[in-house]
């Protein structure tokens, strides 16, 4: 059956005005905390850039951390989509080596985190400033990590030793991943193959170790 788009189910121009007033707001809000930092920014800084009225801010969002929170599950949805961009683009049969693997989700991170530097600088600044806002964000952090730590306890299951348990490996291996993408210059596709070389060397060193 063909669905028809009535005016019961149609959006109204004040849902979609809405909508898009939240969006210029989260676009705003990056271009602002990149430009002087989450803690020097103020709620009529990113009106200001959105060419909003003040007091419109408050209809969308309750604070400078719910507009962080919403472009940090922007992120996440993002991280999201090219994993599963990633996975339909693997072939449906063989086993994955442990390089392969780590390479498909080292990339995944690594690009994610580069397209939203901006976003992840004003996180960190915000956790440090609100423990309550910190204790969000480990909690996000852990999900968006589910993937890896998945991963990780299947290679577990097949025997490989891993340096701790899979959540703390997964940890582990996402700071060292921040670190390298914040000083990397060079080519992002060197720069994911020489992490992968690092963390595959590693965890392959664990195959026949028990």
Not at 86 to 112: C, L
Not at 159 to 184: C, S, Y
Request: charged share 20%; glycine share 6%.
């Amino acid at each position: 059956m063909i669905a028809i788009d009535t005016p019961v189910n149609r959006p109204t121009m004040r849902q979609l005005k809405a909508v898009q007033t939240t969006a210029d707001l989260k676009a705003a809000a990056r271009v602002v905390f990149a430009r002087q930092g989450y803690l020097n920014t103020k709620i009529v800084d990113i009106t200001r850039e959105a060419g909003r009225a003040a007091g419109s801010f408050y209809n969308h969002f309750e604070n400078k951390e719910e507009i962080l929170a919403a472009l940090a599950v922007d992120l996440g949805a993002e991280a999201d989509e090219i994993a599963g961009d990633a996975q339909d683009a693997r072939p449906e049969s063989g086993a994955v080596s442990i390089h392969d693997s780590a390479r498909g989700h080292i990339a995944v991170f690594w690009r994610t985190y580069a397209a939203h530097r901006d976003v992840f600088a004003a996180i960190e600044q915000a956790a440090l400033a609100n423990p309550v806002f910190a204790e969000r964000m480990r909690t996000f952090r852990a999900e968006q990590l589910q993937p890896w730590i998945a991963w990780l306890t299947e290679l577990a299951d097949r025997g490989v030793h891993l340096p701790t348990d899979p959540a703390t490996t997964a940890a582990m291996i996402a700071a060292t991943a921040e670190t390298m993408i914040q000083t990397w210059h060079g080519d992002p596709d060197a720069g994911i193959d020489n992490l992968t070389g690092f963390v595959a060397a590693g965890l392959s060193a664990g195959v026949n170790q028990h």
